[in-house]
């Protein structure tokens, strides 16, 4: 299995998409096999990104059993090395899957054949968002360094801890534990991770002790898109110094990409931005992204270089 | 989140336990820009009460560890309760520049200089030394084997006589091209014997009459 890597953020329109399919690329140039996988369910439009129309084949054949493997679905891009499943042809009701169709599409993403599957998240904290983010113990937030985006991402992240710490407690048959939160809650609704940690660690020191050693499993990077002229150039650091203080996960700020025009352009005339201007500012943030990914050390399968 | 009171103010304000109060100021500002209400780091990441939570304990623990007397009291308590090592707190004295050729622990010159004189004397090389004197010409090849006998380096002979390294070993090494000029070349050969409890005045005279007539030094 190849590394998996969700990329989040809570908050519409932060590039999600466009900074899934420029890594994609650059991924892809250093020799990796690439898929990236389009779970903006009902929103979808990585395909227009990398300048194809309509791909024949998506997500919808998988799910309506056209064919057993998720692999079957991959459509080739203009971009050597680089596949996308795209979900565009799905139903107009497919932003609200069923549970076990879910379950059924993590678990083909987890056995795909590459080296690196990138995922494009939705925005939002919905179940089926999270689930997919939780597909794996990395993950990718991309922020804009507005108020707006930044309160997303903060509920997002405790979204991601609530529903982890959720999965973990009903694995872990600590149901009398969850009983017991959930009469004590209002409405039989769950407050905050830390109020569930605490409440844990209270009854059982080591049940709360694992659930803070899964916790830490998480390594999630994240990246400041279109960082504008007069913004903090410390707010990347300082968001990761009070990210690793008060959360219970590893967070690394990896680059600010900075605002460019020519990213419009670059979605009209339906060419990967990268690819078109490879020499620009913000292209050279996208591919220290890569770098700083590669030469993480936690992803020994990514290939580094040019493989001719 | 994690619980602000298992932290200590050192993790609080994120410096090393040693901090000089420069870095605790920094610090502290730093901190400010975070957890300050207009902060866009920190937006909707606490509601009013945590960040009032946070922002006492930043004010608690810049007060304490910006007042020397609050911090040795403050830094006490964590060594007993065995939350820090007392071992990391030693790193306050601010260090001072030392010379680049001292290697000895004493820090006075004199100090330094007496401990080289006592070496020279402490290893009883007079038998060496008589058959230097002895001899009719010298080189600098002797003085060389002599200095390395009693068990001188020649970083310490430039601590007693200043006469640069180098130069030093153009004598050992007999490079007559890299000596200076007689009459300073007389002067060093002066205090290096000296330094080395050698007879100044025959030395150089042993010295010259090995030295080549055609040399530039003349």
Known sequence: MGCIYPIGGGKGGSGKSFITANLGVLFASLGNRVVLLDLDLGGSNLHTLLGLTNPRSGLHDFLNKTVSDLDDTVVETLIPNLFIISSVRCSMEIANLFYVQKMKIIKAIQGLPYDCILLDLGAGTNYNTLDFFLASNEGLFVVTPEPTSIENTFRFIRAVYLRKLKQILREKDFSDVLRELASHSKNGVMGSPSSVIEAVSQRDRAKGELLLDRLGEFELKFVLNQFRKHTDVKLGDKIERVCNKHFYSRFKFLDNISYDERVHDSIFSKEVYIVKYPYTPTAAALQNIVNKIVSNGSQPELKRSVVL | ?218
């Open chain 2, 1 to 218: 989140m994690k619980r602000l009171e298992e932290l200590t103010y050192f993790e609080i304000l994120e410096i090393p336990v040693h901090a000089s109060s420069f870095e605790i100021r920094e610090a502290y500002r730093e901190a400010l820009s975070i957890y300050s209400e207009d902060s866009l780091s920190t937006y909707a990441f606490f509601d009013e009460d945590e960040r009032k939570r946070v922002l006492d304990k930043i004010e608690e623990a810049y007060a304490t560890l910006v007042d020397e007397k609050r911090r040795a009291e403050y830094e006490r308590r964590l060594v007993l309760q065995g939350r820090i090592d007392s071992s990391l707190l030693k790193e306050k004295e601010p260090k001072k520049p030392i010379p680049i050729f001292q290697v000895g622990q004493s820090k006075s010159r004199e100090a330094f200089v007496n401990r080289i004189r006592q070496k020279v004397k402490a290893s009883s090389q007079d038998e060496g030394r008589k058959t230097i004197l002895d001899k009719d010409q010298l080189a600098g090849e002797d003085l060389k084997r002599f200095r390395e006998a009693i068990g001188l380096s020649l970083e310490e002979v430039f601590e007693l006589t200043r006469i640069n390294v180098s130069i030093l070993k153009a004598i050992e090494g007999d490079l007559y091209e890299a000596l200076p000029a007689m009459i300073y070349l007389k002067s060093f050969i002066k205090s290096y014997a000296q330094v080395l409890a050698l007879d100044p005045e025959s030395t150089l005279q042993a010295y010259l009459k090995g030295f080549p007539s055609g040399s530039t030094a003349f």
